[in-house]
């Protein structure tokens, strides 16, 4: 059902109409009952979406831009600076991990 917006030239009053789309213009003044009433073109307000009930994946996001983040995440930016490395680390090569041969057994 739509609700149809109506002019009357006899009485010059306006007045709502709700009707199926199927259903021919009506001619008769719901006020006056004169048979000048003539259907106004008008625009119609858009769909509001209010309250919940809608899901995430209703609306495509573009993943490729940003990583998904979670609620409450905030992403730090990527540093551009190396850090320095430690005088220990490079001189001592007993820090380095040791890997060991594979075993044929």
Not at 34 to 52: H, P
Request: aromatic letters at 8%; charged letters at 20%.
């Amino acid at each position: 059902m739509a609700t149809y917006d109506y002019n009357c030239k006899t009485c010059g009053q306006q007045f709502e109409y709700v009707q199926s789309m199927k259903d021919d213009p009506i001619t008769k003044c719901i006020l006056c009952g004169a048979e000048t009433a003539e259907r106004m073109i008008t625009s119609t307000g858009g769909i509001i979406f209010k309250g919940t009930g809608f899901y995430v994946t209703d609306y495509k996001k573009d993943s490729s831009k940003r990583p998904a983040e979670s609620p409450g995440q905030v992403q730090a930016a990527p540093s551009t600076e190396t850090a320095p490395k430690s005088e220990a680390a490079v001189s001592n090569p007993t820090n380095a991990t040791e890997t060991k041969p594979a075993s044929n057994n």
